[in-house]
Protein backbone atom coordinates (compact mmCIF):
# COMPACT_ATOMS: atom_id res chain seq x y z
CA UNK A 1 0.00 0.00 0.00
CA UNK A 2 1.20 3.38 -0.80
CA UNK A 3 2.08 5.90 1.92
CA UNK A 4 -0.98 8.69 1.55
CA UNK A 5 -0.63 10.36 5.23
CA UNK A 6 -4.45 9.28 5.76
CA UNK A 7 -4.87 7.50 9.50
CA UNK A 8 -7.88 7.54 11.51
CA UNK A 9 -8.19 6.87 15.29
CA UNK A 10 -8.02 3.19 16.23
CA UNK A 11 -6.75 2.52 12.90
CA UNK A 12 -3.63 1.05 11.98
CA UNK A 13 -0.44 2.65 11.64
CA UNK A 14 0.54 4.01 8.09
CA UNK A 15 4.20 3.62 6.71
CA UNK A 16 6.27 4.75 4.63
CA UNK A 17 9.93 3.57 3.85
CA UNK A 18 12.39 5.39 2.99
CA UNK A 19 16.30 4.65 2.10
CA UNK A 20 17.31 5.03 5.07
CA UNK A 21 14.61 6.14 7.56
CA UNK A 22 11.22 4.33 8.74
CA UNK A 23 8.34 6.74 9.16
CA UNK A 24 5.38 5.27 10.92
CA UNK A 25 2.14 7.70 11.87
CA UNK A 26 -0.62 7.28 13.83
CA UNK A 27 -3.66 8.97 15.05
CA UNK A 28 -5.03 9.44 18.83
CA UNK A 29 -7.49 10.64 20.81
CA UNK A 30 -11.08 10.86 18.74
CA UNK A 31 -11.33 14.35 19.74
CA UNK A 32 -8.37 15.97 18.88
CA UNK A 33 -6.86 13.13 16.29
CA UNK A 34 -3.86 13.94 17.13
CA UNK A 35 -1.25 12.41 14.82
CA UNK A 36 1.88 10.91 16.45
CA UNK A 37 4.91 9.96 14.03
CA UNK A 38 7.56 7.51 14.91
CA UNK A 39 10.83 7.39 13.18
CA UNK A 40 13.28 4.61 13.17
CA UNK A 41 16.27 4.46 11.64
CA UNK A 42 16.79 1.25 9.19
CA UNK A 43 20.24 0.93 9.45
CA UNK A 44 20.17 0.62 13.48
CA UNK A 45 17.07 0.34 14.56
CA UNK A 46 17.39 2.99 16.88
CA UNK A 47 13.96 5.11 17.20
CA UNK A 48 12.51 8.74 17.87
CA UNK A 49 9.06 9.72 18.98
CA UNK A 50 7.93 13.09 17.63
CA UNK A 51 4.42 13.93 19.76
CA UNK A 52 3.27 11.63 22.64
CA UNK A 53 -0.10 12.60 22.19
CA UNK A 54 -1.97 10.58 23.98
CA UNK A 55 -2.76 7.08 24.31
CA UNK A 56 -0.02 5.33 25.80
CA UNK A 57 -1.49 1.86 24.77
CA UNK A 58 -1.61 2.63 21.33
CA UNK A 59 2.11 4.02 20.77
CA UNK A 60 4.38 1.65 23.29
CA UNK A 61 3.06 -1.57 20.87
CA UNK A 62 4.31 0.87 17.97
CA UNK A 63 7.72 1.32 19.58
CA UNK A 64 7.71 -1.92 20.35
CA UNK A 65 11.02 -3.69 21.55
CA UNK A 66 13.12 -1.29 19.99
CA UNK A 67 12.69 1.25 22.62
CA UNK A 68 13.19 5.07 21.89
CA UNK A 69 16.26 6.81 21.76
CA UNK A 70 14.21 10.17 22.11
CA UNK A 71 10.20 11.65 22.17
CA UNK A 72 10.36 15.20 20.77
CA UNK A 73 7.54 17.35 22.01
CA UNK A 74 6.69 20.34 18.87
CA UNK A 75 4.98 21.95 21.06
CA UNK A 76 3.43 22.96 24.95
CA UNK A 77 -0.08 22.66 23.90
CA UNK A 78 -1.45 20.30 26.68
CA UNK A 79 -3.07 17.86 23.47
CA UNK A 80 0.78 17.20 21.97
CA UNK A 81 2.23 15.32 25.26
CA UNK A 82 -0.49 13.55 27.58
CA UNK A 83 1.30 10.23 27.06
CA UNK A 84 4.93 11.46 27.35
CA UNK A 85 4.62 10.65 31.01
CA UNK A 86 3.73 7.41 30.04
CA UNK A 87 5.92 6.55 27.76
CA UNK A 88 9.12 8.03 28.91
CA UNK A 89 8.81 5.50 32.06
CA UNK A 90 8.49 2.71 29.92
CA UNK A 91 11.34 3.84 27.40
CA UNK A 92 13.81 6.02 29.43
CA UNK A 93 14.87 8.20 26.23
CA UNK A 94 16.04 11.74 25.91
CA UNK A 95 13.31 14.23 26.28
CA UNK A 96 13.42 16.67 23.33
CA UNK A 97 11.05 20.71 22.81
CA UNK A 98 11.91 23.60 21.72
CA UNK A 99 13.75 26.28 24.59
CA UNK A 100 10.62 28.86 25.15
CA UNK A 101 8.05 26.01 25.69
CA UNK A 102 10.08 23.27 28.05
CA UNK A 103 9.33 24.49 31.44
CA UNK A 104 5.48 24.79 29.95
CA UNK A 105 5.96 21.09 29.08
CA UNK A 106 7.68 19.89 32.17
CA UNK A 107 4.90 21.70 34.28
CA UNK A 108 2.08 20.23 32.47
CA UNK A 109 3.78 16.55 32.51
CA UNK A 110 6.06 16.34 35.51
CA UNK A 111 8.47 15.19 32.68
CA UNK A 112 12.17 17.17 32.54
CA UNK A 113 13.03 18.53 29.18
CA UNK A 114 17.35 17.05 28.79
CA UNK A 115 17.44 18.76 25.27
CA UNK A 116 16.19 22.73 24.80
CA UNK A 117 16.45 22.90 21.26
CA UNK A 118 16.40 26.06 18.43
CA UNK A 119 17.38 27.06 14.89
CA UNK A 120 19.94 25.30 13.86
CA UNK A 121 20.75 22.42 16.25
CA UNK A 122 20.33 18.88 15.09
CA UNK A 123 18.88 15.70 16.68
CA UNK A 124 20.58 12.50 16.26
CA UNK A 125 19.05 9.06 16.50
CA UNK A 126 21.25 6.08 14.41
CA UNK A 127 22.48 7.47 11.31
CA UNK A 128 19.95 9.82 11.00
CA UNK A 129 19.82 13.96 11.39
CA UNK A 130 16.89 15.79 12.15
CA UNK A 131 17.54 19.43 11.65
CA UNK A 132 15.48 21.87 14.56
CA UNK A 133 13.43 24.85 13.07
CA UNK A 134 12.12 27.05 15.71
CA UNK A 135 8.35 28.71 14.37
CA UNK A 136 7.44 31.35 16.66
CA UNK A 137 3.55 32.35 17.02
CA UNK A 138 1.26 29.27 17.52
CA UNK A 139 3.25 28.89 21.36
CA UNK A 140 6.39 30.98 21.54
CA UNK A 141 8.77 27.58 21.41
CA UNK A 142 7.37 25.26 18.29
CA UNK A 143 9.69 23.39 16.55
CA UNK A 144 9.66 21.58 13.26
CA UNK A 145 11.87 18.87 12.49
CA UNK A 146 13.61 18.39 9.17
CA UNK A 147 15.11 15.61 7.24
CA UNK A 148 16.95 16.09 4.41
CA UNK A 149 16.55 12.37 2.61
CA UNK A 150 19.68 11.63 0.96
CA UNK A 151 18.33 9.58 -1.83
CA UNK A 152 14.91 11.95 -1.98
CA UNK A 153 12.97 14.94 -1.00
CA UNK A 154 13.42 16.59 2.30
CA UNK A 155 10.21 15.52 4.98
CA UNK A 156 9.47 18.00 7.75
CA UNK A 157 7.39 17.44 10.49
CA UNK A 158 5.18 20.84 11.98
CA UNK A 159 3.85 20.05 14.72
CA UNK A 160 0.89 22.65 14.93
CA UNK A 161 2.93 25.48 13.06
CA UNK A 162 1.63 24.37 9.60
CA UNK A 163 -1.29 22.70 7.95
CA UNK A 164 -3.01 22.10 4.45
CA UNK A 165 -4.35 25.04 4.05
CA UNK A 166 -2.68 27.31 6.31
CA UNK A 167 -0.61 28.52 9.48
CA UNK A 168 -1.59 27.18 13.03
CA UNK A 169 -4.08 28.78 15.08
CA UNK A 170 -3.07 31.91 17.03
CA UNK A 171 -6.15 32.39 18.80
CA UNK A 172 -7.10 36.20 17.85
CA UNK A 173 -3.86 37.25 18.59
CA UNK A 174 -2.55 39.25 15.49
CA UNK A 175 1.09 39.92 16.60
CA UNK A 176 1.21 36.19 16.98
CA UNK A 177 -0.13 35.65 13.88
CA UNK A 178 2.11 37.76 12.05
CA UNK A 179 5.19 36.23 13.52
CA UNK A 180 3.86 33.12 12.60
CA UNK A 181 3.54 33.88 8.97
CA UNK A 182 6.42 35.37 8.53
CA UNK A 183 8.43 32.44 10.56
CA UNK A 184 6.74 30.01 8.43
CA UNK A 185 7.34 31.66 4.89
CA UNK A 186 10.94 32.57 5.65
CA UNK A 187 12.17 29.30 7.55
CA UNK A 188 10.01 26.86 5.34
CA UNK A 189 8.96 28.00 2.53
CA UNK A 190 11.64 30.37 1.58
CA UNK A 191 14.52 27.93 2.10
CA UNK A 192 12.96 24.47 1.21
CA UNK A 193 11.57 23.10 -1.79
CA UNK A 194 8.40 22.34 -3.30
CA UNK A 195 8.73 18.32 -3.18
CA UNK A 196 9.22 18.73 0.30
CA UNK A 197 6.56 16.58 2.23
CA UNK A 198 5.21 18.01 5.29
CA UNK A 199 3.86 15.64 8.09
CA UNK A 200 1.45 18.21 10.46
CA UNK A 201 0.34 17.55 14.24
CA UNK A 202 -3.40 16.86 12.97
CA UNK A 203 -5.12 15.78 9.74
CA UNK A 204 -3.14 15.14 6.71
CA UNK A 205 -0.12 15.59 4.88
CA UNK A 206 0.81 18.08 2.07
CA UNK A 207 3.61 19.44 0.01
CA UNK A 208 4.87 22.92 -0.20
CA UNK A 209 4.28 22.48 -3.90
CA UNK A 210 0.56 22.27 -3.45
CA UNK A 211 0.82 25.06 -0.05
CA UNK A 212 2.53 27.63 -1.68
CA UNK A 213 0.82 29.52 -4.33
CA UNK A 214 -1.75 29.98 -1.24
CA UNK A 215 0.71 32.12 0.85
CA UNK A 216 -0.29 35.70 0.24
CA UNK A 217 -4.42 34.39 0.43
CA UNK A 218 -3.32 33.31 4.19
CA UNK A 219 -1.54 36.01 5.06
CA UNK A 220 -4.09 38.45 3.82
CA UNK A 221 -7.11 36.42 5.68
CA UNK A 222 -5.31 36.95 9.12
CA UNK A 223 -5.37 32.92 9.80
Same mark, same amino acid.
Given at each position: ???????????????????????????????????????????????????????????????? @?????? /???????????????????????? /???????? @? $????????? /??????????????????????????????????????????????????????????????? $?????????????????? @??????????????????????????????
Amino acid at each position: MSYTGEVTVGGPAHVRELAGLRIAKVAVDEQMSNNCYLLTCRATGEQLLIDAADDAPTLLPLVG @DGGLSA /VATTHQHWDHHRALADVVAATSPT /VIAGEPDA @D $AITEQTGVA /VERRVGDADTVRFGEITLEVIRITGHTPGSICLLYRDPEGHPHLWTGDSLFPGGVGNTFGDAA $AFATLIDDVETKIFGTLP @DETWFYPGHGSDSTLGAERPHLQEWRERGW
